[in-house]
Structures are given as C-alpha cells and as structure tokens.
C-alpha cells in the first residue's frame, strides 16, 4: 500500500508541475510544501500533509523549480556602424601620384584646387604626380587642397 501511494504522489507531484496548480486549489497545498520542503526540511508533518506524501519528500529533498519558459532578453543599445575612416590620406608637402586619395569627407569641408578632382562621396584625389599643398581662399576662407609639381611651392605656400 505504501508503495502504491508513493505513485500516486509522483503522479500527483508531475500533474503539479506539468499544469501549474495555484496555491488555493486543493492540491496546490501539496504542492507549494514540496517546493519550499528544501527549506521546512524535516518540520513537515503528516497532519500537514495527506497520507503517503510523507514517505516520498525524502526523495523531493532539495528540489527547486526551474523556469519553464527561456528569458526572452531585451537590449536597446547593442548596435553600432562601422567606423568610415575619414580625414585627411596625405598632409601638406607629401609626395602623391595620379589617383592617390589626398582627403575622405562628408561634404566639402575641403574644396578641389588645381590638379585635384572631387568623386561623388566628395572625396579628394590626385590627378598629377606632385606634392600636397593646403591653403584658404575667398572672403570666407574657404579651405582648398591643390598639388603642386615641386615641393619647395608646395611648402613655401603654406
């Protein structure tokens, strides 16, 4: 007899977790001593529990529930572009050829002078071999990027 009760306990103790009875059912009093019973330990009593459940906490001793459900997680701020690298490729007085990449930019920060072309991502290049040179022209002092053939000009026009 005592072993047919200990079944119907582990029944009773799968319907439990399987279907998630609340704590005012009439099982779920069952239920809620034997997921604290890590706790009550041996203070559980057969007057607390119905006949045969007392026999099969032994086993339940140290029992915790799991999380039935995986966590769904949430971030908001895990993103970020990949950097563009912009700027100025080659300095005042630096030796370029045809096709050298002289400034990468958003908009026209630097303006094309002589023997340098603008592309349509408003990037600088090189159109001659020569030597960079930077300087301001125009009442408002607009930054322009030519290259010159020889470097002394380049330099000496800063």
């Not at 799991?66 to 100025?88: C, F, I």
């Not at 990468?104 to 960079?132: A, E």
Request: charged residues 20%; glycine residues 10%.
């Amino acid at each position: 007899k005592i072993q047919r009760k200990k079944i119907q306990f582990y029944r009773l103790f799968h319907i439990l977790v399987m279907f998630r009875y609340s704590a005012n059912s009439a099982t779920g009093s069952v239920f809620s001593l034997i997921s604290y019973s890590h706790v009550l330990g041996s203070c559980i009593t057969d007057s607390i529990l119905p006949s045969g459940a007392q026999a099969a906490l032994p086993c339940l001793q140290g029992f915790e529930r799991w999380a039935t459900k995986k966590q769904g997680g949430s971030s908001t701020n895990g993103r970020d572009s990949q950097s563009k690298r912009l700027g100025v490729k080659k300095f005042a007085g630096e030796e370029v050829i045809p096709g050298n990449i002289i400034v990468r930019q958003r908009g026209t920060k630097f303006h094309p002078g002589m023997n340098v072309l603008m592309g349509k991502d408003h990037t600088l290049h090189s159109t001659i071999n020569g030597y960079v040179r930077f300087y301001e022209q125009g009442k408002n002092k607009r930054r322009f990027i030519a290259v010159e053939t020889t470097r002394e000009v380049a330099v000496a026009k800063q």
